[in-house]
Structures are given as structure tokens and as C-alpha cells.
């Protein structure tokens, strides 16, 4: 046990405990060269030695991911073994329940979606990775309100033995208890199959727990499935997370993709779970029309409310689309797809039912469920098959999904109603370019580049930019992106214009348009700066193109307002290190002083130790660099 104050490795002083895990107890720490808080964790004794903590630490190390800590440092002190990894901020989901939280139906939907997707990263590494202790302590609740799943008992799925080490009761997998109780008694467990499906049988335990505010003792006499309780979630979300909590490993959902894709369609798998908030208004005032007008008052008071309650959310609707607010877009659309009391208005008006389904078919392609977004094309197309942009964009989105023959066949249909050529040729070019017919994309591109449509011109030239790309063809990859931006590409598209100009300036610097890519890459940062929300990416990019442009003192404080903004980024303190070896480059001999060049590139080496980054090799020419300025 540690106490506030101690420090370990010369490096990380102990702040406190913040709790226990199966195989070890986890501790607060300040890095005192970094400035930063970690956390290190001390491997229980009784595992150091059964287990290989430099291998799984390197495992461990090699992840990347949004909803995973990155794993730091491993070191031995004597006898004793560490890891340290990211302090996650935020509180995690057992602090939640032990406040008597109550969680919406909403936040449980969104959390388990990056649940599962994390899980779809960890069991898809070769080998599989497991977690093999997914609880409610050890999911983070982030100041966003993501996830982050913390605190592994790693296990490598080798599809011949999996060894049961830390876990927690009430939440361990079934198959899970019983192959830790054989290996205690020394029996034989080769038998017994531990894969992804357990993580996703711990999953759909905790989300019971966060449910029903019940521990999931599926033993006790005393235990009711989630799906037989009456709580105030949907039947679909129910179904889903008992499900995942089968007792029998073949009847659990069989990957995290699986569970994934359950609760992508959820919305459309119950409509009872809609809030139909205008049900209740028409309730209430036309209980008072009946005794006043009678039934045939009330009948038509009741369809002017109900046309004038689908005139406001139509309204909202549509507003939504305006500000390309996908989540608003899905919830609204689909809210008003299951008001029982617009069906009649929607029946009666295809048209409008089709606009509906196709606006959410756009809203889920931008979320790149396209899946989904193809199945609401197909819907709007059954809905109003004479417009031409529904079987177009169902084909795109069918061919990004990966189902070329579908993706054809719906190509075949709008060939049949003769539809128009440049929306048919439109899904044709996506269609090359998913079966990686550069070529046929960029000669469709050419064909489609002049055509009096705006948007098919500008979502052609983006085919063609990426499949220029792909051919390694970066002038013309420039010149269809350009296009693209002139026929309202927007700010992503300035944005790839700016990434290809700056690296075709650092492939051609001795090239004579190496100025006028800089030039061009300049524009387009600098304009990314005037837009609401400049990324750091669209800052550090500008703060580089100074640099190269040889403009030190205005590279020089952008990237000091970086470190206000990402104090942890390697990148921004390589950069300015640099910058001022090259200041220093231009004084007389006997006036150079590379102090700060040093500590810029000290703090850089120090951040760079921890990154995401796998190699860097601007991090090698920098230390060329100081040893050639300094001597040292």
C-alpha cells in the first residue's frame, strides 16, 4: 500500500488509491516530468509470475481507440511490477448507481453502441483481445458523456485455451464462473469455451444492474429477466440486453457486431417506445369535444389538431434538415413514421412519406450506417418510384455497405423506369470505386465534371479526387477536389484541399510549384480559422505551412497558443523546437542559444514516449538536428 506522496521510478508520485481490481489495486499518480495526472496500477503478487505482464503490456500498448485509456509505461521495481495508462476523467457508472441515479433510455442506447463498438475493435485483433471484467466500476463516464472502458483482465483468445484470472461475480459470464471453480479444483477445463460472447454476456449483466437497480444473480431463485419487469424502457432495449445475458452461450448474441446492428435498428423495431406526445393533447381536448359537439364534432376536431400537431413536427422536421442535425433528424422523422394518429395523413400523401424516409436515409449516411441509410432509400423509392435521387442513393449507399449485387440490381430497376443518366452514372462511379476500378471512376468523373447539376458535379468530383488518390495521382486528386469545393464542397472539402496542397509541397519542395501549394495550403487554413469551429489539426496545419514558408514568428505563436489548447501533443513542441534551431540558424555563431530549442524538444521526446503515434520520423531528424546544433 502506498501512501500520498511517494514516488515511484523517479517518476510517478502517489496521489491515492482509487480501487481494487482481480489482479491488482489501482492508484492516482502525477507524472512530474510530464505535468500530468496517470494512473498506475501494481499487479496483485500472486499473478506476477503467472502471467506475461511485458506481453499483454505491449498488447496493451498497441490499442487504439476512442473508448479505451492508452496504456503509457510498464516498469519492475524489485519484486513488484506496474503499468501505467491514461487518467480518464469522469466518474464511473458505479458511482452513478450508488447515487441512486436513474439512467434514460436514450444514454443506455448511445453508451452501449460504444460499447459494443469498442468491442468489436478489442475481439477483432489477431489474436482476439477479451476484457474479461466488464462491470459497472469499470466503465467511465467522461465530462462529454462518452465511455471509456477501463481496468482489463486481459485475455487472449487463442481458439484453444483461455485462462480465467481477475473477474467479478455478478457480472462474470456464466461459462466464466464455472472454468475459474474447475481450475481452483485442478481439473481439466480445455473443454470449456471462453470467447467474445462472455464480454457480451458481462455487457447485457450490467446494463441489467443500470435497469433495474438489481444485481444480475441469474442462480437465485429470487431472479426475473429484465424483459419480464415492467421499467420504464422500451421493450426493444429489454430484448436486447437479455439477450446478451443468455445463460446459454448459443442463444447470446454471437460478436459485438451482432449486438451492434440489434441496437442500430431498435427505433424501427418498436414503436411502442415512441413518445407520441401529441396522443395525449388530442386525448385530453377531445374528451371535451365529444360532450360538446358530439361525434362528428369531435371527429373533426380531432383531425385539425392532428393535422396541425404533424404541421408543427413536420416544421421541426425540416428544420432539422436545414442544420444537417442527424440525431434530431432520426428521432423527429422517426417519431412521426410511428404516430398512429399521421397515418392517415401519410397514407394519403406518398410523396410526403418518401421526403420523410429519405431525409432519414441521408440523416443515417452521414452517421456511415448505410445499412440502414439504404433500406429508408428503398423504402422512399417503394413509397415514390419515380424519382430517380432514391434509387441513386440507395445504390451508393448498398455499394458502400458492400453489397455490390444489390447495389446493381437496384441500378437495373431505375434503368427500367429510365431514369435520368447523370444520377444513374453517379451510383455506377460509386460502384467502380468500391470495386476499385480507379479508372472507370475518373473517367465517369470527367463525363459528370460539366453536367448542369450541382450536386451530382461536386459528389462526382469527390469520387474522383479519392480514386486519383488511390492511383497516387495527387495533382489530379487536387484538381477534382477543387472541383468539388467550387460545386459547394464546404468546409471538409477546404479541408482536403488543404491536406493535399501541404503534402504535395513536402514531396516537391524542389519543384517549382512548391510555393504556390504552400500558398494554396495557407488559403485553406486560414479560411478553416474563420469557421465557427477550427479543429486543432486545421491550426497545427497552418502553424506548419508558416514554418515551411520560412514566416518563424507567426509559426512560432500559433503554436504557443497550442499548448495552451493540447498541452499533451508531441507534435506541437517538435514543431516549435524546430522553429527555434531555425531562428538560432540565422544569428551570428557567437549569438546562438538553443536553450529553448532543448526544452521544446525535451518535452516533445517526453510527450512522444506516451503517444498514439507508432513511429514518427520527424522525431529522429529533430534529434539529428539538436545533437548537430548543440553538440550534445
Not at 276 to 299: D, E, H, V
Not at 450 to 476: H, V
Not at 534 to 539: E, G, K
Request: charged residues 30%; proline residues 2%.
Amino acid at each position: 500500500m502506498f501512501y500520498g506522496g511517494e514516488v515511484l521510478d523517479n517518476t510517478y508520485q502517489i496521489i491515492k488509491e482509487i480501487g481494487k481490481g482481480g489482479t491488482g489495486v489501482v492508484y492516482l499518480a502525477y507524472h512530474l516530468r510530464l505535468q500530468k495526472y496517470v494512473v498506475v496500477k501494481k499487479i496483485h503478487d500472486n499473478f506476477v509470475g503467472k502471467i506475461n505482464v511485458r506481453t499483454e503490456v505491449d498488447i496493451l500498448k498497441s490499442l487504439r481507440h476512442t473508448g479505451l485509456p492508452q496504456v503509457y509505461d510498464f516498469f519492475q521495481l524489485n519484486t513488484e511490477v506496474y503499468t501505467v495508462m491514461e487518467h480518464i476523467q469522469g466518474y464511473d457508472l458505479q458511482h452513478y448507481l450508488d447515487e441512486g441515479c436513474e439512467f434514460e433510455e436514450k444514454d443506455l442506447i448511445r453508451w452501449l453502441l460504444q460499447l459494443c463498438d469498442v468491442l468489436e475493435y478489442l475481439h477483432g485483433r489477431v489474436p482476439p483481445v477479451l476484457h474479461s471484467d466488464i462491470k459497472p466500476g469499470n466503465i467511465m463516464i467522461t465530462p462529454e458523456g462518452n465511455i471509456c472502458l477501463i481496468d482489463f483482465n486481459i485475455s487472449l483468445d487463442s481458439r484453444e485455451k483461455v485462462d480465467v484470472r481477475g473477474m467479478s461475480k455478478w457480472y462474470a459470464a456464466p461459462e466464466q464462473i464455472e472454468k475459474a471453480v474447475r481450475q481452483k479444483a485442478g481439473e481439466d477445463t480445455r473443454y470449456i469455451v471462453l470467447d467474445g460472447r462472455m464480454d457480451i454476456y458481462s455487457l447485457g449483466a450490467t446494463f441489467y444492474r443500470m435497469m433495474t437497480g438489481r444485481l444480475p444473480v441469474q442462480d437465485s431463485r429470487e431472479f426475473v429477466p429484465v424483459t419480464a419487469m415492467e421499467l420504464p424502457y422500451s421493450q426493444a432495449l429489454k430484448t436486447i440486453v437479455g439477450k446478451a445475458m443468455e445463460w446459454d452461450i448459443r442463444k447470446r448474441y454471437p460478436s459485438a457486431s451482432a449486438m451492434h446492428k440489434a441496437l442500430l435498428h431498435i427505433y424501427r423495431s418498436d414503436s411502442a417506445y415512441r413518445k407520441l406526445r401529441i396522443l395525449n393533447i388530442c386525448l385530453y381536448t377531445g374528451c371535451g369535444l365529444l360532450f360538446l359537439s358530439g361525434i362528428w364534432g369531435m371527429a373533426y376536431g380531432w383531425k385539425e389538431m392532428c393535422r396541425g400537431a404533424y404541421e408543427s413536427d413536420h416544421a421541426e422536421f425540416y428544420s432539422a434538415c436545414e442544420n444537417y442535425d442527424n440525431e434530431k433528424i432520426i428521432s423527429t422523422g422517426i417519431d412521426m413514421l410511428n404516430n398512429k394518429k399521421y397515418s392517415s395523413i401519410l397514407e394519403k400523401d406518398h410523396q410526403e412519406k418518401a421526403e420523410i424516409l429519405y431525409e432519414l436515409g441521408n440523416a443515417n449516411f452521414e452517421q456511415e450506417q448505410y445499412e440502414i441509410a439504404a433500406d429508408y432509400y428503398e423504402e422512399a423509392r417503394t413509397e415514390d418510384p419515380g424519382k430517380s435521387v432514391y434509387y441513386r442513393d440507395e445504390a451508393v449507399a448498398r455499394a458502400r455497405d458492400g453489397d455490390i449485387y444489390q447495389a446493381s440490381y437496384v441500378l437495373e430497376q431505375a434503368a427500367v423506369r429510365k431514369m435520368e443518366d447523370e444520377d444513374i452514372l453517379l451510383a455506377k462511379q460509386e460502384i467502380a470505386y468500391q470495386k476499385g476500378k480507379y479508372s472507370e471512376v475518373t473517367e465517369i468523373g470527367e463525363g459528370l465534371a460539366d453536367t448542369g447539376k450541382t450536386e451530382i458535379a461536386g459528389r462526382s468530383a469527390l469520387l474522383a479526387a479519392a480514386a486519383f488518390e488511390k492511383k497516387g495521382d495527387m495533382e489530379n486528386q487536387l484538381l477534382y477536389l477543387e472541383k468539388a469545393y467550387e460545386a459547394g464542397g464546404g468546409i471538409r472539402c477546404l479541408r482536403q484541399i488543404g491536406q493535399t496542397c501541404l503534402k504535395l509541397a513536402q514531396q516537391q519542395k524542389q519543384s517549382r510549384y512548391y510555393k504556390e501549394y504552400l500558398k494554396k495550403a495557407e488559403t485553406c487554413y486560414a479560411r478553416l480559422q474563420e469557421s465557427p469551429l477550427p479543429s486543432f489539426t486545421d491550426s497545427l496545419n497552418l502553424a506548419i505551412v508558416w514554418e515551411l514558408e520560412g514566416e518563424y514568428k507567426k509559426s512560432y505563436d500559433m503554436l504557443k497558443t497550442l499548448t495552451i489548447s493540447n498541452p499533451d501533443s508531441y507534435m506541437v513542441y517538435m514543431h516549435l523546437s524546430y522553429i527555434c534551431c531555425r531562428q538560432e540558424e540565422q544569428k551570428r555563431a557567437d549569438l546562438r542559444d538553443f536553450g529553448e530549442a532543448e526544452k521544446f524538444y525535451e518535452k516533445a521526446k517526453a510527450l512522444y514516449r506516451f503517444s498514439k503515434e507508432q513511429e514518427d520520423s520527424a522525431m529522429e531528424d529533430l534529434e539529428n538536428i539538436i545533437e548537430q546544433m548543440t553538440g550534445h
